[in-house]
């Protein structure tokens, strides 16, 4: 249980720096790759963001929500006219 178990085997924290979890699992992608990755990755984003902004004017049109500053501004502006003051 002592000295023989101990001079088996590295302690787990050596093991674990000795080889990246990564090596030698995956090949490297290409340049093509990354790049197809990427626009799938942006493209998703996008549609995430438009979703996101058509549900918070969704929500606006219904009074669910509280408008900000600039949603104020550009659906009611006769609430910033200063003219009648």
């Given at each position: ?13 050596a ?71």
């Amino acid at each position: 249980m002592g000295a023989e178990d101990e001079g088996s085997q590295p302690p787990a924290p050596a093991r674990a720096a000795a080889q990246p979890a990564t090596a030698g699992a995956a090949p490297p992608i290409t340049p093509s790759q990354f790049l197809s990755w990427k626009q799938r990755k942006d493209a998703h984003e996008a549609a995430q963001k438009a979703e996101a902004a058509q549900k918070r004017a969704a929500d606006i049109a219904s009074g669910a929500v509280q408008m900000n500053g600039r949603e104020l501004f550009q659906h009611e502006p006769w609430v910033f006219d200063n003219n009648i003051y």
